[in-house]
């Protein structure tokens, strides 16, 4: 017979095998029935038989997922990183300015540029004071006109006109916006100010060695993080808390040394996958937007425990005195000895779950009962 060995529970039998205390003892191992175990003296220790409530409990640490986070790039084609003006964990303001830049352009290429904008513009005012010669003729020409038949014709003809001279005003939009760009350009061939698009807290910047005579467009120098918006994610632990289940969580320098405890709700039940930090995965844990503002996290060690199972009027036996015997159909039994009168009994029993270093006994044993743990 092959005796059961759990590996013991983080949290779980701390509550739950408080009923399943063992006390040393000596006695004969004798067995009624005509089994036979040893004919020699041999030690044993025993437990008892708890009736109570059974908690199956998860415990994991945990940290903080920032559920509110952005990159910050830089989009400027052919643009050089001179200086970066924030650190690790700098609080920034949306329009701070966070770095320092440059463009570099050919001469060659600003003078092509120069080039097409003041052909641009010569063709757009050419093609406005065109149309607006057109509806002053026309407007002029009414003037002179004397029959009422004739007026209105030449009135059609003249919205017409009028709304071809509106077109070309706003034409002039694209002709202006290609100068803000020239100029845009021409000015930022000197240094210029990157300000930020975001407030929160700066994470992982880059520093300008890292490119130094390399471009930085399409690059992501820093990401501007809303500390205010976060979720606890889970690390580590035995076993998986169940999906909307409500859990605690403590925050303290150590699990013993709690300083606030708080309820969260569970929101995922699968490790999270997201490639660029392997502190990123585990289970995410939401707490209410209260408790995010009361308490200070970073401040603390977070503790995160649940209660999965929950068994009133539990029969616990300590897994320790709980052995098991083959059958001819490869299936197994589960026993126990029972201690009378310093001498034990081989019992028989039946149990619907068993985690770790508790057996619950469904049938065979009653409260109260002294069980053996053998001496192997």
């Given amino acids: 017979m092959s005796r059961i060995r759990k590996i013991t529970c983080l949290f779980v039998c701390a509550l739950a095998l408080a009923g399943c205390q063992k006390t040393a003892q000596t006695g004969e191992v004798l067995l009624y029935g005509g089994d036979k175990v040893s004919d020699e003296e ?23 997922y920032y559920t509110d986070e952005n990159e910050v790039a830089m989009d400027e084609e052919n643009a050089y990183l001179d200086k970066v003006l924030v650190k690790q964990g700098q609080k920034v303001k949306k329009g701070d300015v966070i770095a320092v830049y440059h463009i570099r352009t050919s001469k060659a290429s600003l003078q092509k540029k120069k080039l097409l904008l003041d052909q641009a513009k010569s063709q757009y005012n050419s093609m406005l004071r065109g149309k607006e010669s057109e509806v002053l003729a026309m407007e002029k020409s009414i003037r002179e006109m004397t029959g009422e038949s004739e007026k209105r014709i030449a009135r059609i003809e003249l919205n017409k006109l009028k709304k071809e001279y509106q077109q070309a ?21 000197n240094k210029t100010n990157f300000k930020s ?32 918006e976060f979720l606890i994610q889970t690390k580590g632990g035995e076993g998986e808390f169940l999906y909307n289940m409500t859990v605690e969580i403590g925050l303290g320098p150590t699990q013993t040394e709690i300083k606030h405890k708080l309820k969260g709700k ?73 201690v009378e009168n310093g001498k034990l009994h081989k019992r028989y029993i039946v149990s619907n779950y068993s985690k ?3 057996f619950l006994a469904a049938q065979g044993v009653e409260e109260g009962q002294t069980l053996a743990i053998l001496k192997q």
């Fill in 42 to 64: 041999a030690a044993f220790e025993t437990t008892t038989v708890k009736k109570g409530t059974y908690k199956d409990v998860i415990s994991a640490t945990g940290s903080m």
């Fill in 197 to 228: 698009p975001y407030s929160g807290t700066v994470v992982r910047p880059v520093s300008a060695a890292e490119f130094d005579g390399v471009p930085v467009t399409g690059e992501v120098l820093m990401r501007i993080r809303n500390e205010s």
């Fill in 266 to 338: 569970v929101i995922s039940t699968t490790n999270l996958s997201e490639g660029d930090d392997s502190d990123t995965d585990g289970q995410l844990i939401q707490v209410s937007d209260s408790d995010m503002k009361k308490y200070e996290f970073k401040k603390y060690n977070i503790y995160v425990t649940g209660v999965t199972l929950r068994i009133e009027d539990a029969l616990m036996v300590d897994s320790k005195a709980v052995y098991e015997e083959p059958q001819e159909d490869n299936s197994t039994r589960l026993y126990v000895m029972l």
């Fill in 356 to 358: 770790n270093d508790c």
């Fill in 169 to 189: 005003v706003e034409a002039g939009k694209d002709v202006r916006q290609q100068e803000k760009e020239y100029n845009d350009l021409v000015r930022k061939q």
